[in-house]
């Protein structure tokens, strides 16, 4: 069965370092989003992507984020300099554009020092 | 500002047993729901998807929405320890995302 999948399972990095978390969509999904959980707390929407541009942002997804889809697989996120309350879980979800369920890949467990 | 509330719990229920979990959310417009199963921490898991009023049954799944009063409920029959897990409510808002209740995090007891 297809599968979102993100890369890494977990990252750790220095307050202030540039980050890059890494998702591949199901293949034949259009619709791609960010969504971040701080620990204890619920799932927030960051940002929904379709036909190579950002659809919308929530108040949290600020100027340090940014997020690309470099080929015809990967769908980015970037944090340009990360702090400390950007320690998180992050999910990337798809979605065919027929339906309107989301898919999740596991996370990437973000830790910042 | 769109908001879905769910009571947090522990909601503790015996194993073969239903478990009742309820979810109300603030959009009227809303047309979409979810919910999705999160074990510790892992990632949401789709569990069932809701867009009528009425009934919706997978399994021993059923999903319940009333627009009227923005309620959404599921009920899980033959609890088995195995769902033990947060269950997560979600509304649908487009190119907004899902907007996510905090959760209600079940224990069933052998």
């Known amino acids: 069965e297809p599968e979102v999948t993100q890369t890494p399972s977990h990252q750790v990095t220095q307050m202030g370092q540039e980050v890059i978390l890494r998702c591949v969509p199901i293949?034949?999904?259009?619709?791609f989003y960010w969504y971040r959980q701080i620990l204890g707390q619920k799932v927030e929407f960051l940002v929904s992507?379709?036909?190579?541009?950002?659809?919308?942002k929530s108040e949290i997804f600020d100027d340090q984020f940014s997020v690309e889809r470099p080929d015809g697989s990967n769908f980015t996120l970037k944090i340009r300099s990360t702090k400390l309350e950007d320690s998180a879980m992050y999910f990337c979800a798809s979605n065919d554009g027929i339906a309107d369920t989301q898919y999740f890949g596991p996370g990437t467990r973000l830790t910042v020092l | 500002q769109k908001e879905v509330e769910q009571n947090s719990g522990p909601l503790s229920v015996p194993e073969g047993a239903i478990a009742s979990l309820n979810c109300t959310y603030s959009?009227?417009?809303?047309?979409?729901f979810f919910w999705y199963r999160q074990y510790s921490g892992k990632s949401p898991e789709l569990i069932m998807s809701i867009y009528s009023n009425g009934d919706k049954e997978d399994g021993r799944f059923t999903a319940q929405l009333n627009k009227a009063s923005q309620y959404v409920s599921l009920l899980i029959r033959d609890s088995q320890p195995s769902d033990s897990a947060t269950y997560l409510c979600a509304v649908d808002g487009g190119a907004d995302g899902l907007t996510f209740g905090k959760g209600t995090h079940l224990i069933i007891q052998p």
């Open positions: 959009d009227r417009g809303s047309q979409s």
């Open positions: 293949s034949n999904h259009l619709y």
């Open positions: 992507f379709y036909n190579n541009e950002i659809s919308e």
